[in-house]
Structure formats: structure tokens, C-alpha cells
């Protein structure tokens, strides 16, 4: 999925000229230009997809935050006299064959794969704009080496890698599940950010700074990120949900998640032996989960039609 | 051309033998073989859990950069990929699951592909009518669900379709019905209609990626101005949207198609363990279960080799459709 907005962005160009400054005097201060940040936010508000997206997750977060505190039921307690019962006044998700309630389960299953998800994605795009930009600005030798270790890395699907390194995280605690999901997700965003960086690096104000001895840790910091900025953010926004698809998928599995600690996706494992007879223990985490992942991706794509205004405009 | 594939298969073909042995090195350094013969009681002694462990070849206290070398030799030399912990071959094992996990994955991906690319084209051509909305949101939403809830949700919409036509219409577990026997054509139909399911699953997550891919390629070649010089000289809409629209928007489709295809590969490996086959995806988890280091790195060797071929055949479309790649 991710290389479909990457590629999507890479079309138009991410850096667009600022308008051009009105020539004011010293007396009176010349009227600021629109900065291109606030010019991506005011078409960001304009997108209807963005505030169902926006709305979603927030009330999503909120619900995950204060949902537990507002329910009567925990996670793990029993309610012997309600065992294996459908969505109830009293359960409102129903609860599973020992008598745990579902919705307490569900919220603290939804809080920790947003943790996860929340972190390894932002993560995974440091990672990608640090290799990228590195990769780009300094060429040669060490491109090479990097553009060849990405290259190693796409070879194989990452869901495999996680699950032959699974073995190592098992005995520790989901911080390390988070960083492996981040430590897979970053090849084909850092491949965007290297050939943004080598156009970039031509550039006069590059040159110039190069020139003037800035040390290239700062050229990168100020002049290459800031530039590739917005392919970040939306990378980012899209990394949550690849590092949230990533952790369920393993942990329904077996190799993610494991007890005492509760995610959507071992409830959805615990879910599936009984989908069909007991379709509520199923459904209900898959719905939370696949409105949560929806709402993050409306957001994404809203935010890639702001930054890119112009690429897939139908002229025919 | 051919020097330029041949090129580009070298290449593949380096990257894909470095990572199966780095996926080699990393197994035995993550997997303990040794810890199910401690286990045991009686308690075998260190003797005979060396020697199990030196015959198959995964005895940790050799250096593992030696066993990486004997078991590449052995790869070699005799076209074996070791012995697993159940004492059978891992060769003839993956011979006998490849075949299914292989089913699944063409099938499912050559039709995702075609419904994939016809969409985009389709959505490209009719933007922001209705039904380009109704792709568009349907591909997200496909984006925003797991591999395995798609798979189980069709299972239990699968259940309902039995139920409300009193028949077993969809039967979904496993690769085929236990105990049946018939003429051959029976059989390949049980096959067929086991099949289905995962098969829908595939073609849907394929789709949805290929579907928006192509879709944004597709309109940047519609305001391109070959398009309008088509028309201008005469050619119809369709015939210019076809003859000089959708075959350059194919072009970078042939790229994407060897990038995605990982992702197919594990999202088939998921829908096998969900539907109960007996493929690759079940050996992998159960090589992992097990700390069979020799069939992990067959597995990855399998993956490595379907991937070696897809992006192979990426280069061969790719070139097919580009003429200045030939040259």
C-alpha cells in the first residue's frame, strides 16, 4: 500500500515555489506570504475526508483513554453467572466462553496496538528520512552501500523477517515488537526520500550552505528534511497503519503479542475458533479495528491530496 | 534486451542468495534446536543430543558461518536443503506443499492483477463519478482490514450462504474434502470450490493495491498531450484511451507489480493458515514451532525464489512494454 502513495507523491513536485513576496518598503512591513505549511492545512480543512478521518480518531482516542474508567467490567474478571452470552445490556460486546467481558477487552486490546502503532510508525519514518536523506546527500560509496542494503531488505516480505526474528522478542515486552515493526518499515519510503535528497542537493541554497562550511548534519536538518517534510508527515500518518496491520497480523498468529499482555490482535485470535458460532467475539474487535485503520488512512490520503494538489487532475 | 534482463537477473539473483543467508544466519542465532532434547525425559544424554544435532547439521556450538558454508555446499553439491527435526527431507517436504501454496498465489494474483488494472482504469477514466467514490473507498477500506479478518469474514459469510440455502454450497477448510473419492473431475472441483475463498481474499487485497496504482498512473497519461494528439487526429476516445492511454500506463505498473508482490506472498502465506492448507504457510509456522532451522531457510530459499522470478518477469514486461529499455 505504502508504495502507491509514495509513488503517488513522488509525481508532482514536493517543493512548490512560495508566492512572490510583495516589494514592501522598510517602513511598513511587507504582508507575509501564505508559508507553505499553512497553505497545506487551509486545503487540509477543505477536504470533508479529512474531518470524518480527524473526528473518527479522536473520538477513537478519547473512547480508548476514558472507556475503561466509565465500565464497570475489567479485562480479566469473570462474570460466571453471564458466560459465553451475545452483546447485552449488561456486556455490551457480550463475553467470552470463561464469562470475560469483551468490550473492557476490547479497549485495552485497542489501547495497546494504538500505542504500537503510534510509535513504530513515526519510527519507521525516521528511520527512512535519516538512511534517505544520508543516502542521497552523500553519494558514492556509501549510497551504494545503503541503496544495497534496502534492496536486501525488500527482497524478502517483512511479515517473514518478523517472524523468523520472532524467536527474540518473545521473551520481552511489546517495546521491542514495537521497534522490529519500525526496524522493517522503512525501505521504500527512505528510496523516496534518497532521490528527493539527490535532486535537492544541486539546488542553489544547498550549494550555498554547503559552500559557506555548514557541517552536513545541519544542511540536513534544516535544508533537505524540511524540504521532504510533507512526504514524511503522510508517511507517518500511513506507517501507523502498516505498523498497527503489522502487529495484529503477527500477534493473531502467535508471534506478536503474547498473554498476560491483551491486542486486538490476540483478541481477534482468541475470536476465530469461534466466529461462526459466536460471531460477536469476532466482529466487534475487527470492527474497532478496521474503523480505527480506515479513519487513519482517510486522513493520510487527504493529507497527500493537500501536499500534492495537482498530480491525478483528469484534463481530458 | 536480453543482456539488460540478463543483468537485472544477476542482480536479483545475489540479493535473493544473500538473503536467504542472512535469514539462515538470523534463524539459528533466534532458534534454540537443542531446548526440546533437554526437555525430554528421560533426558537424552549430551552425546546423543550432539550427535542428533551435528546429523542435522544445526549444532549450535559450530561456528554458524561454518554451517551457513556446509549447508550452501550441501545446496550445491548434492541439491538437498537438509534434513528437518521430524527426520524427513526438507526438499521433498516443500515439494510436496509448494504445489498448493503455488495455486493460490498465481491464480490470486494474476486475477487481482486484471481486476486491479481494470479498475484503475476504469476509476482514472470516470473520476469522481460514483463509481470511482465506490473503488476508491472500497480499496481503503480493503487497506484498513488484515489479511486474516478478510479471510474469516468470508468464512463466516461463507457459513451464513450455507445456512440459508440448507446445503453445503462453500466448503472452506482445508485444500480438499477428507475421504472423497470420484471421478477425476470431482476431485478438481472440491478443489476449485475449497479454493474459492482464499482465492476471493487474495484477489481482493491485490486488487485494492493495483486498483489505486493504476488508477494514478492512468491519469497522468490522460492530461498527457499524446493522448490529445490521438485524438486529434482522429482516433476515438476509447481507441486513444486504450492503444496509447493504457499501455504507458502499464509501464510503471510492471515495477510495482515485482514490489508488491511480497506482500502477496505473505498475505497467502496468512490466508493458508487461516483456510487450514496444508502449504508453505503452515510448514514456515510450524518450522518456527519447532526451531527446525534447515526448514526455515528452505522456506526462505522458496520465498526467495518466487520473488527472484516475479521481479525477472517484472523486467521482461517492463521491457516488453518500453522501447527505449531495449536498446
Known amino acids: 500500500m505504502s508504495l502507491v502513495e509514495e509513488t503517488n507523491a513522488e509525481l508532482g513536485s514536493p517543493v512548490v515555489p512560495l508566492p512572490p513576496q510583495p516589494l514592501g518598503t522598510e517602513v511598513t512591513p511587507p504582508k507575509k506570504a501564505r508559508s507553505r505549511g499553512r497553505l497545506i492545512w487551509w486545503r487540509l480543512t477543505q477536504t470533508s475526508r479529512f474531518w470524518v478521518g480527524a473526528v473518527t480518531i479522536a473520538v477513537i482516542l478519547a473512547w480508548a483513554l476514558l472507556g475503561p474508567l466509565l465500565y464497570p467490567y475489567n479485562a480479566t474478571g469473570r462474570d460466571p453467572l453471564n458466560m459465553g452470552l451475545g452483546p447485552t445490556q449488561l456486556h455490551w460486546f457480550g463475553t467470552n466462553g470463561i464469562g470475560q467481558d469483551l468490550y473492557a477487552q476490547t479497549l485495552v486490546g485497542l489501547q495497546k496496538s494504538l500505542v504500537i502503532g503510534l510509535i513504530a510508525g513515526p519510527l519507521g519514518t525516521l528511520i527512512a528520512a535519516v538512511v534517505g536523506s544520508v543516502a542521497g546527500y552523500m553519494g558514492g560509496v556509501v549510497d551504494r552501500v545503503l541503496v544495497w542494503c534496502i534492496n536486501l531488505l525488500l527482497v524478502l516480505p517483512s511479515f517473514i523477517l518478523l517472524v523468523i526474528l520472532s524467536p527474540l522478542f518473545k521473551g520481552l515486552s511489546w517495546v521491542f515488537l514495537t521497534v522490529f515493526i519500525a526496524g522493517f518499515s522503512w525501505m521504500i519510503m527512505a528510496q523516496v526520500v534518497r532521490s528527493q535528497t539527490k535532486s535537492l542537493r544541486d539546488r542553489d541554497f544547498v550549494k550555498a550552505a554547503r559552500y559557506m562550511g555548514v557541517p552536513m548534519r545541519k544542511i540536513l536538518g534544516r535544508h533537505i528534511i524540511p524540504n521532504v517534510a510533507s512526504l514524511l508527515i503522510i508517511d507517518a500518518t500511513l506507517g501507523v497503519v502498516a505498523a498497527i496491520l503489522a502487529e495484529t497480523s503477527l500477534s493473531y498468529f502467535g508471534f506478536g503479542i503474547r498473554a498476560p499482555d491483551v491486542s486486538l490482535g490476540t483478541l481477534l485470535a482468541e475470536g476465530t475458533s469461534a466466529a461462526v458460532t459466536r460471531p460477536w467475539l469476532f466482529v466487534f474487535p475487527a470492527g474497532v479495528l478496521i474503523v480505527t485503520l480506515f479513519a487513519v488512512s482517510l486522513i493520510g490520503d487527504a493529507l497527500r491530496d493537500a501536499v500534492d494538489p495537482t498530480s491525478g487532475v483528469n484534463r481530458d | ?327
Open chain 2, 1 to 327: 534486451m536480453a543482456f539488460y534482463i540478463f543483468r537485472r537477473f544477476v542482480n536479483y539473483f545475489f540479493l535473493s542468495l544473500i538473503a536467504t543467508c542472512l535469514a539462515y544466519v538470523v534463524s539459528s542465532l533466534a532458534l534454540d534446536p537443542a531446548a526440546k532434547y533437554y526437555g525430554r525425559n528421560p533426558q537424552p544424554t549430551q552425546q546423543t543430543i550432539d550427535n542428533i544435532l551435528d546429523g542435522l547439521g544445526v549444532n549450535p556450538n559450530v561456528p554458524v558461518l561454518q554451517r551457513l558454508w556446509d549447508w550452501l555446499v550441501n545446496l550445491v553439491v548434492h541439491g538437498s536443503l537438509g534434513t528437518g527435526v521430524n527426520g524427513v527431507s526438507i526438499g521433498d517436504q516443500i515439494i510436496s506443499r509448494a504445489g498448493v501454496s503455488l495455486r493460490l498465489l498465481l491464480i490470486g494474483s494474476l486475477i487481482g492483477a486484471l481486476v486491479g488494472v481494470t479498475l484503475g482504469v476504469w476509476g482514472a477514466v470516470r473520476q469522481y463519478k460514483l463509481s470511482d467514490q465506490v473503488v476508491t473507498y472500497g480499496s481503503y477500506l480493503i487497506f484498513a482490514t488484515p489479511t486474516f479478518v478478510i479471510g474469516v469474514l468470508l468464512m463466516i459469510a461463507a457459513t451464513a450462504l450455507n445456512g440459508a440455502a440448507g446445503a453445503q454450497l462453500i466448503n472452506f477448510t482445508g485444500e480438499y474434502s477428507a475421504g472423497l473419492s470420484g471421478s477425476w473431475w470431482d476431485l478438481t472441483l472440491d478443489r476449485g470450490v475449497h479454493l474459492l475463498l482464499p482465492t476471493i481474499a487474495l484477489v481482493l487485497i491485490g486488487a485494492a493495491g493495483y486498483s489505486r496504482y493504476q488508477r494514478s498512473v492512468m491519469l497522468d497519461v490522460l492530461s498527457a498531450d499524446f493522448i490529445r494528439t490521438a485524438r486529434a487526429k482522429g482516433r476515438s476516445r476509447n481507441s486513444a484511451l486504450v492503444r496509447h492511454g493504457v499501455r504507458v500506463a502499464l509501464i510503471p505498473m510492471s515495477t510495482f507489480f515485482a514490489y508488491s508482490f511480497g506482500t502477496l506472498v505473505s498475505g497467502s502465506i496468512m490466508l493458508e493458515i487461516v483456510f487450514s492448507f496444508h502449504g508453505m504457510g503452515e510448514f514456515a509456522l510450524n518450522a518456527i514451532s519447532q526451531s527446525d532451522i534447515n526448514a526455515v531457510a528452505g522456506t526462505t530459499l522458496f520465498v526467495a525464489i518466487l520473488i527472484l522470478f516475479s521481479s525477472t518477469l517484472s523486467e521482461v514486461l517492463y521491457a516488453a512494454l518500453d522501447p527505449r529499455v531495449r536498446n
